[in-house]
């Protein structure tokens, strides 16, 4: 059964960043689709980045150039760099994992979550 911990959420001002990390058990991160998503209240949960087997990075377009994406195989954790951050990013973050072998988007790809870890930031 993959466990998945999420971890270095908080309050943080515009411009600002953070480091989110999501420790995984249960299953090598290697080994999987590990993805990070984002619900803002009132909005569906979306895609931010995430990391195929072969470490391949996705980003959404919203995030690129500010959010970095790392796995350290040796911890099995995932790590989310976030740099000049905005209000906008304001959201609970959700680490996923998943066994597949194709790095999707959309939640349904995903079989297990983290229980989120949240971001705010404010003006």
């Known amino acids: 059964q993959v466990q998945l911990v999420e971890s270095g959420g908080g309050l943080v001002q515009a411009g600002g960043s953070l480091r989110l990390s999501c420790a995984v058990s249960?299953?090598?991160?290697?080994?999987?689709?590990m993805g990070w998503f984002r619900q803002a209240p009132g909005k569906e949960r979306e895609f931010v980045a995430g990391?195929?087997?072969?470490?391949?990075?996705k980003y959404a377009d919203s995030v690129k150039g500010r959010f970095t994406l790392s796995r350290d195989n040796a911890k099995n954790t995932v790590a989310l760099q976030m740099n000049s951050l905005t209000p906008d990013d304001t959201a609970v973050y959700y680490c996923?994992?998943?066994?597949?072998?194709?790095?999707?988007?959309?939640?349904?790809?995903?079989?297990?979550w983290g229980q989120g870890t949240h971001v705010t930031v404010s003006s």
């Open positions: 249960g299953r090598a991160a290697s080994r999987s689709i």
């Open positions: 996923a994992c998943s066994t597949g072998s194709v790095l999707f988007t959309f939640t349904s790809a995903y079989e297990s």
């Open positions: 990391v195929s087997r072969s470490g391949s990075l």
